[in-house]
């Protein structure tokens, strides 16, 4: 039987988390997703690394959603993944960089129905899994800043993309929403 280990890429850093590799697991997750002590039980954390700086995060999130190997993730997983490659599956979020990281670190990597459900719980329950974060707000800033940052990245670096002219011409109506109250201010 082979151990499912999941990767979870937070705003803070990357976490590993362990549980039963048999899909028969299925309706016990669903189940305790919602509920912290039941999903504790299913799912057992490993380990955590985090981000050094915010430039990183964005960084290496940038990466992980164009499905590209990022060092970081890279050294990561060579240190946190059991040695017995072949026994054990990554559960990840996206096909891309399960195969990247299929291709480079000889892992074999899945996006099953059950690591979505896996995903769900961790992301719900984060804050209590993982060392460091009681404080839910502390998490949720983070995610908040991250999800600014990349937002406004993905903004700037695709000027091509139809919407990008929705956001220039919102801009430019609020420009000139500004530019009539200040003449009208001055005829006045």
């Known amino acids: 039987m ?52 915010g430039r990183d995060a964005l ?32 559960g990840v979020a996206e096909p891309k960089i399960g195969s990247a990281i299929s291709e480079k670190l000889g892992i074999n990597c899945t996006t099953s129905q059950v690591v979505s459900e896996l995903l769900r719980g961790i992301r719900n329950h984060f804050h209590k899994l993982v ?16 999800g600014h940052s990349y937002s406004r990245a993905r903004v700037k670096f695709n000027v091509s993309r139809i919407d990008n002219m929705i956001i220039q011409s919102i801009s430019l109506v609020d420009q000139l ?6 003449f009208s201010m001055r005829v006045r």
């Open 2 to 53: 082979s151990n499912l280990y999941v990767l979870h890429e937070h705003a803070a850093g990357y976490s590993l988390f362990m549980a039963d590799g048999s899909e028969e697991i299925l309706p016990q997750v669903e189940e305790s997703a919602s509920k912290f002590k039941k999903f504790k039980a299913i799912c057992q954390f490993v380990a955590f690394q985090p981000f050094k700086t």
């Open 59 to 90: 960084e290496n999130m940038n990466c992980v959603s164009e499905g590209i190997l990022h060092s970081h993730l890279e050294e990561f997983l060579e240190n946190a993944f059991p040695k017995k490659k072949k026994k054990n599956i990554l």
């Open 131 to 146: 060392e460091g974060f009681e404080d839910e707000n502390a998490a949720n800033k983070a995610l908040l800043g991250l």
């Open 177 to 182: 929403d500004k530019d009539i109250n200040t």
